[in-house]
């Protein structure tokens, strides 16, 4: 599969962009187990624009993650599009449109998933935004609004014709947000489609290898992309089985970098959403006081400690 010159291989699996989850640490130790690309936490448009520090951080890539996106977000054209050539000076290998973000304090305002109430508006600013600039645009989008608006096969047709080299499906509408299952009929149709000669990439409740090589399989898509599997176990994408003591290390050696990044406290904060989340500590006995234990740590010792004491309890 490629992206304008960029070759990302067969069957190739991508980390989702996701807030507070895709930073840089975490982007290195998937690309480290096997993601062909990452994408950082989405980037407000308006936010980049007025120069918000917060935002602007959140454009540091390194060498060692590429081919690596950023995602940008917003309702207005003319800030995309100075977004996006802001964007484009921290040299990302894409810069994908946020067309998909299905939470209220995005999608009421009109941006992410909202912009598909306005469809117009959503491919005049994916228009601009690629005349705007060199690198290869994408977008990630979802089936529609609701059940009864499923728009994606001739919205993907309309995202092609505005100049965009690949497109990411989510399998559900906004309505749904992340509940029921993700559809991926409409997905594979989009794939089918004659006219559409993009690649297409599908994602949503892809929890294992397994599952991606039967999305590949079943609906032909060129790509799937993990999101919400990665949490706590950025070596989802690795074809290699690790061991319990490899991926505890892993975990550690996530908490360590956050909080070299960062600072012990944010550090901490910024890890303890994935060491919560992680398969590594399910299905222990008695394990909500420990996970309340890990929840609440605040020094990287008492954290260290309590990981420590669990995987000792998961050895004996």
């Not at 039967?214 to 790509?223: I, L, S």
């Not at 394990?287 to 309890?313: G, H, P, Y």
């Amino acid at each position: 599969m490629k992206i304008g010159n960029i070759d990302l291989g067969e069957r190739p699996l991508l980390l989702a962009p996701m807030e507070d989850v895709t930073d840089i640490g975490f982007r290195l130790l998937c690309k480290r187990y096997g993601a062909a690309m990452v994408y950082t936490e989405f980037v407000s448009a308006e936010a980049l624009v007025r120069n918000v520090n917060s935002t602007v951080k959140k454009l540091t890539i390194s060498d060692e993650e590429r081919p690596v996106g950023i995602q940008i977000y917003g309702r207005d054209v003319a800030a995309m599009v100075e977004a996006a050539r802001i964007v484009e000076e921290a040299h990302p290998d894409v810069i994908d449109l946020n067309f998909g973000c299905p939470v209220k304090k995005v999608a009421s305002k009109g941006a992410g998933a909202g912009m598909l109430q306005n469809i117009p508006l959503l491919l005049e600013i994916t228009r601009e935004v690629v005349k705007a600039v060199n690198v290869p645009v994408t977008v990630k989008t979802r089936l529609g609004w609701n059940s009864e608006q499923l728009i994606i096969t001739e919205l993907a047709e309309q995202l092609q014709d505005c100049g965009i080299q690949a497109l990411t499906i989510h399998g559900r509408t906004r309505a749904q947000m992340y509940t029921g299952e993700a559809d991926w009929t409409l997905i594979g149709e989009v794939k089918r489609n004659p006219r559409i000669h993009i690649p297409i990439i599908g994602n949503g409740d892809i929890r294992s290898l397994a599952e991606a090589d039967t999305a590949f399989e079943r609906y032909g898509v060129d790509g799937v992309m993990i999101g919400r599997a990665t949490f706590g176990c950025p070596w989802i994408f690795s074809r290699r089985e690790l061991t319990l003591e490899e991926k505890i290390s892993v975990l550690k050696e996530q908490l360590r970098i956050n909080v070299e990044r960062i600072d012990e406290y944010r550090g901490i904060l910024h890890t303890r959403r994935h060491l919560a989340a992680s398969p590594v500590f399910k299905g222990i006995p008695n394990f909500r006081q420990t996970r309340i234990a890990m929840l609440r740590a605040t020094k990287v010792e008492e954290l260290l400690s309590i990981i420590d004491s669990i995987t000792n309890q998961l050895q004996i």
